[in-house]
Structures are given as C-alpha cells and as structure tokens.
C-alpha cells in the first residue's frame, strides 16, 4: 500500500515540476529550425539559378533574332541551334546540354535540349527555342524569338523535413528583329520660288565664269543686269541642290520605291500648281529642277495644299495597298524671307498647328532669312529640332540632307 503510494506521488511531483520543458520543446523544434535553415539556403540558390536562368535565355533569344536579321541569315533551325549553344555558354555547360558540343551546328535542330533525356528527370534541363517567322512589308520578314527555359532545383535534405523533395524553375525571354523595317512615308515640299531666290549666295559657281548677280540692292534691274566675274551660286540654284541631295537620301532608302511618295508645290505672291504625290521621287525633281525665282512672297495657301494632300486618304489607301503600312506624313517647308502680309504668317501658322495636332512631322528651313521669315519657320515647326537656319548654300544643303536622312532612317527593331 505505502509503495503505490510512493510511486503515485512521485508521478504527480514529475508532472509538476517544469525543469525538463525546455528540452522537450528544443527537441520538438529542432526539425523547424532545421527546415527553416534549408529553406534560407535553397531560396538564395533559387534566386541566383532563375537569374542566371534569365540571363542565359535573354542571350539565347537576343543571338537568334540577331542572326536572322544578319547578311547571311541562317536557317530557322540553325538560328534555335544558336540560341541553344548561346545558353549553354552563358551556364558554363552545366544548366543546358546542347547536344554535339557548343558548334551551334551540331545542337539539336529541334529546339529542344537533350532530346534525349527522359521525360520528368529533375536533374534535366528543359530548354525549348520557338521561332515565330512573319511577312513584314512586301519583300521582308519579322521573326520573334521565344526561349523557354525549365529547370527542376533538388531542395537540400533540411528543406526536404518539410515534405518537399524538388522546386521547378521557368525563365522565359523574347526577342524581335526584321529584316526589313523601312517606314513608310509620304512628304511634300513647300518651297518658296519668290524673286529674292534669284539674288547670289557667297558660294563661288565654279561652273562660271560670269553671269549677273543679283543682290537686294540691284534687283531693280532684273532681268537686264550684267554679267559680272566671279559668279556665285544663287538661292534658287542651291535649293535645287539641297532638295536633289535630300531625295537621294529617300532613293537611297527605297530603291525599287516600295516605300516613299513625295511631291512638291512652289510659292511667291500666289501658290503655283501642286505637284501630285507619287511613288519615288522622279516627278518631284522634275517639279523643284524647273523652278524660277520671281514675285512675291505668300505661303499659307501652298501649306495649306500640301497639308490636304499629304493627310488625305487617298495616301493610306496607296501606301495600305503597295506595303501594307500607315505611313508617317512629312512636310518641308521653306523660305528665304518674309511674307508680303502679315496675314499670310497667321493663315500659315494655323495650318501649321493643324498639321501638328495631326501628327504630320513638320521640317522647315529658313535660308538666308531675315527674322520674320525665321520667327514663322520656328513656330511652324513640330520640334525645335525639326527648325533649320541656314546663312549658306552649303548650310541649306546639309540641311535638306538631314531632314532627308531623319526621314528614311531604318527602324530596325531588337527588343527583349
């Protein structure tokens, strides 16, 4: 009896006394703790395979859209045998195993990394490269490059307490490229034919020896002034020029004339007849190349007919049907001096502002101008940019050569 006794009560004396908790609960806790350390550890490796992950597709992609844009384009296969090869670089070998070496003419012409390995193996990479091929305009392509890149993490044996063997890890990256990307446009010359145009410029025309030169102070003679030597190129003349190396630069850009339409109309007190827009740029160096300097000066009129022709349907229906595109609307606008009337500047300045709101890129140049005329231009124009001012033949030229090359630069597109 007093031994049940004594055991009872040293039964209930062990319930009572808290001394031994503490390693109950450390024993208890311990796999947490455990666990807690192997997840810190396998998100550090997670963060850093996915970034290099990322890494090794952003190459992959960026290297075959590249290369099927390059002057020897490679098939679509070899182009996805590079992006293969591209990754397995960027992994040291270790993530992607392209099959052959890292000759991207050897990997697998399928897209796809290790072909051969088994389906659901966690220690394989699956790398898969998707080559999307498209019509861009009527004679070049577009490509979108889509690298898919899988990859099955072992968690370390602490995280694994927790009942979870293996993490799956996706990068995706995509890049584009064309092969052709010229934009098409549609511009018209507003060009200013006034009596001034005749006066001499400081350039030397070494294709003379003598001829009259005009100025401000001797125009009252025109056109019975002497011939007199040296004799220097006059405003007209240089326009010519500058308008002739400006469509070189769209020739040059669309040479079997797939992409541009131009047309010119020229001023002085009135507008003169409106050149038509068409393909190429032959009628409107037919139109600028017959121009003569005389009369006054009004240019609302003209820049109103050029904006009309160049924003009327008739230009997207022509340019939807040959090349598929909307085109970017341009006018160059330019002139030598002030207009007769003031209302001319207010009549042009509003056309101006219309053609803003409606996206037409408005390029003017001022030569040799006093500062009315120069006033006019730099309000007329879309930018700050877009405003030239030329004191000298050869400034009007580089001028008309810029806007000529901002005009029909390529728009050649690699983005990720």
């Known amino acids: 009896m007093g031994r049940r006794y004594t055991v009872g009560r040293s039964f209930v004396a062990m319930l009572k006394d808290r001394g031994g908790n503490f390693g109950v609960m450390a024993a208890l806790a311990a796999p947490l703790v455990l666990a807690a350390g192997g997840v810190a550890v396998d998100l550090a490796t997670m963060m850093t395979t996915k970034n290099q992950m990322q890494d090794a597709a952003d190459a992959g992609a960026l290297a075959a859209a590249s290369a099927l844009v390059s002057k020897t384009p490679p098939t679509t296969e070899k182009a996805k045998d590079i992006a293969l090869a591209f990754l397995k670089v960027q992994t040291s070998g270790s993530d992607v195993d392209v099959p052959g070496g890292s000759d991207p003419g050897t990997a697998s012409a399928s897209g796809t990394s290790d072909p051969g ?181 009004a240019s609302g009129n003209a820049f109103k007919t050029a904006y009309s022709r160049v924003t009327a349907t008739t230009e997207d229906t022509a340019h939807k049907a040959k090349n598929g595109q909307v085109p970017t609307k341009y006018i160059v606008f330019m002139t030598d001096g002030d207009n007769n009337n003031t209302s001319d500047d207010t009549t042009t300045l509003s056309w101006c502002d219309t053609a803003r709101k409606n996206n037409v890129q408005v390029y003017t140049v001022a030569f040799m101008a006093p500062d009315r005329g120069k006033s006019l231009l730099k309000s007329c124009a879309t930018t700050e940019a877009n405003y030239f001012q030329a004191e000298e033949a050869g400034d009007l030229i580089a001028a008309f050569k810029a806007i000529g090359e901002r005009a029909s630069a390529l728009a050649t597109r690699l983005t990720k």
């Open 117 to 297: 390995a088994t389906a659901g193996d966690p220690a394989t990479p699956q790398t898969t490269v998707d080559i999307i091929e498209s019509k861009n305009g009527p004679t070049g392509k577009a490509y979108k490059v889509t690298v898919l890149n899988r990859k099955t993490l072992q968690l370390n044996a602490m995280t694994r307490l927790l009942g979870q063997n293996s993490i799956d890890i996706e990068t995706r990256a995509t890049a584009e490229s064309a092969t052709e990307s010229k934009n098409a446009l549609s511009m018209y010359l507003v060009l200013d034919r006034s009596g001034s145009m005749a006066w001499k410029t400081n350039t030397l025309n070494s294709k003379k020896t003598s001829c009259p030169n005009y100025t401000e102070a001797n125009w009252g003679k025109y056109p019975n002034l002497a011939a007199t030597s040296p004799c220097y190129v006059t405003k007209v003349d240089a326009l010519k020029t500058a308008v002739s190396d400006l469509l070189k630069q769209l020739n040059t850009a669309d040479p079997n004339t797939l992409y541009v339409r131009t047309a010119a109309i020229s001023y002085n007190s009135a507008q003169d007849t409106a050149g038509n827009l068409d393909w190429g740029t032959t009628g409107t160096s037919t139109y600028v190349n017959a121009l003569v300097a005389t009369g006054g000066t």
